[in-house]
C-alpha cells in the first residue's frame, strides 16, 4: 500500500523544483532558504517542524536531507545527523513514585498533555530524584531567541560523514521546561508519546543559549509519558560546539497512578467478555505495538476528540502508513472512527465508547482496552494460549487462529499480521507483571 502524500510533501516538491535545491546542495553542500519563500507555498511553521525522522517530507528523506533554522526568519537545508535515537529499554526498572495527595487541580490520573506530564513529574520528585537529589523549581519556558553561536554538525557526503559549521543568529527555539536548582538548570523537552527518536534541536539550541547565560550546569533532559510511565533520558554535549556530541548519562523511569492488574482479572475478562464479529471493511490489525494506539487514543482525548489524518501525521511520530495502521487498529476496536470532511479531507473521532474509556482512571482503561481486546476471537485464542502454557503463542500457532476465523487473509499476510497479535498480547500480560 502506497503512503498518500501530505500537504507537506507536495508544497516542498515545488519548491525543490522552484528552486533547484538539490542541485544547489550537491554543488555546495547546503541551500539557504527564508521563510518568506516557504510561505509561498504554506506556512513555514507547519513545513519546517519535523520532531522525528520519520516526519521528514518523501523528498528529504529519499535525498538524506534535514532542515534547521538559522535565523528567525531563514533556515538551511543540507544532509546533516539531525536526530538521536532514543535507547528504550523495557527490562529497565519502572520505580512507584507517590503524588502529593492535596493536589487536586493537577491529577495523575488525567494526563493527556505534555504541560500536565512535566508538572506531574516535578510535583511528584522524579526531576529531583533524576538529578540526583538536588531541589529545583520552574524557572523558564516557552518561546524565545537563542542568540548568536557557532556550531559544527556531521553531515553525509559522496565521501563520506564530515563536518559542517554553521551559524544560529537569533532563531526561534521553544522549552517545554527549564527547572533550576543550586548547582543545576536542566533543560527538559517532553513527548506525550512513545518515540524512536528525537531532533536533537529542540535540547542544543536552548543549550547553548542558556549555557552562555548562567555559570552553573545545563542539563538536557528528554522525558516521555506513554502509558502512565515517565521516562527520563538525562544527556550532555560532551562538546559544547558539537550539535552530534550528545551522549546518554542515564535513564530513569517512574509510575504514579497504579495500572498493574492480576491475572485473574484477564481470566475474569475473558468470562464475562462476549466475542464479536469481525468488522467489515476494517483491516485486521497492522500496528505491532499497542502502547502507540494508546498514545493516539490519548492525543484525539486532548484534541476533544477529533484530529484531521494530516494532524495525527505531521504532529506525531508516524509516517502517512504508520498514521492509517494506528487509525484502522483504533476502529478495529470501536474506539475509533473515520470520517470525510469537504474542508479538513479524512478526520479521525473518537467513538463514545473510546471517550468512555479513555475518561477512566488509568487502571480501569486498561482493563477497558483488554475487554475490547479480547472481544476478537483471534487475540482472545491467543491470550487463553498464554494462560494455559505461561508462554507466548508462536506466529505459526497464531496463524491457525486465523485460519479457523476464516479471515480474509492469505497465509503471508496473516504471518506478518500475527506480530502485531504477539504485541497487543504481550502489552495485556505485561500489565500483571511487577515493573
Known amino acids: 500500500m502506497s503512503s498518500p502524500l501530505t500537504k507537506n510533501d507536495f508544497a516542498w516538491e515545488a519548491l525543490f523544483s522552484e528552486r533547484d535545491i538539490l542541485r544547489d546542495v550537491d554543488a555546495n553542500g547546503i541551500h539557504l532558504i527564508s521563510a518568506e519563500a516557504i510561505n509561498t507555498k504554506r506556512e513555514a511553521r507547519l513545513m519546517t517542524k519535523f520532531d522525528h525522522a520519520v516526519n521528514l517530507p518523501g523528498i528529504f528523506a529519499e535525498n538524506r536531507l534535514s532542515i534547521l533554522p538559522n535565523s528567525r526568519n531563514s533556515y538551511v537545508i543540507g544532509k546533516f545527523d539531525c536526530y538521536a535515537q532514543l535507547e528504550n529499554s523495557r527490562s529497565e526498572v519502572i520505580s512507584e513514585w507517590t503524588f502529593p495527595d492535596w493536589m487536586e487541580s493537577l491529577s495523575p490520573n488525567n494526563i493527556y498533555s505534555e504541560s500536565a506530564a512535566l508538572l506531574c513529574a516535578q510535583h511528584a520528585g522524579m526531576l529531583s530524584d533524576v538529578l540526583e537529589g538536588e531541589e529545583v523549581d520552574l524557572t523558564v519556558f516557552g518561546r524565545m531567541s537563542t542568540g548568536t553561536f557557532d556550531f559544527s554538525i556531521s553531515e553525509s557526503g559522496a565521501n563520506g560523514i564530515s563536518r559542517r559549521s554553521l551559524t544560529v543568529d537569533r532563531a526561534q527555539c521553544e522549552i517545554d521546561g527549564a527547572f533550576e536548582g543550586t548547582d543545576s538548570f536542566a533543560i527538559v523537552e517532553v513527548k506525550n508519546e512513545e518515540v524512536d527518536d528525537f531532533h536533537i534541536r529542540q535540547l542544543y539550541y536552548p543549550y547553548r543559549l542558556w549555557s552562555g547565560k548562567l555559570h552553573k550546569r545545563v542539563v538536557p533532559v528528554f522525558l516521555t509519558y506513554s502509558n502512565e510511565v515517565f521516562s527520563f533520558s538525562v544527556y550532555e554535549f560532551a562538546q559544547p560546539e558539537d550539535y552530534n556530541s550528545l551522549r546518554l548519562l542515564k535513564r530513569k523511569r517512574y509510575q504514579i497512578a497504579p495500572t498493574q492488574i492480576e491475572v485473574e482479572d484477564i481470566r475474569g475478562l475473558l468470562a464475562r467478555t ?162
Open 274 to 435: 462476549q466475542t464479536v464479529e469481525e468488522p467489515v471493511g476494517i483491516p485486521f490489525p497492522q500496528a505491532d505495538r499497542f502502547e502507540r494506539v494508546i498514545d493516539l487514543l490519548a492525543q484525539l482525548h486532548l484534541a476533544n476528540g477529533v484530529l484531521t489524518q494530516e494532524e495525527i501525521t505531521t504532529n506525531y511520530a508516524f509516517d502517512n502508513r504508520q498514521t492509517q495502521y494506528y487509525t484502522n487498529a483504533g476502529r478495529y476496536l470501536g474506539l475509533l472512527e473515520r470520517q470525510e470532511d469537504n474542508e479538513k479531507g479524512v478526520t479521525y473521532a473518537l467513538t463514545s465508547l473510546g471517550m468512555q474509556v479513555m475518561n477512566k482512571a488509568p487502571r480501569l482503561r486498561n482493563m477497558e482496552l483488554a475487554g475490547c481486546i479480547l472481544s476478537h476471537s483471534v487475540f482472545r485464542k491467543s491470550v487463553e494460549y498464554y494462560l494455559h502454557r505461561a508462554t507466548a503463542p508462536s506466529r505459526e500457532a497464531i496463524l491457525e487462529f486465523m485460519r479457523q476465523e476464516n479471515l480474509p487473509l492469505n497465509d503471508t499476510t496473516g504471518f506478518r499480521r500475527t506480530q502485531s497479535v504477539l504485541g497487543w498480547v504481550r502489552w495485556m500480560m505485561e500489565l500483571t507483571m511487577e515493573k
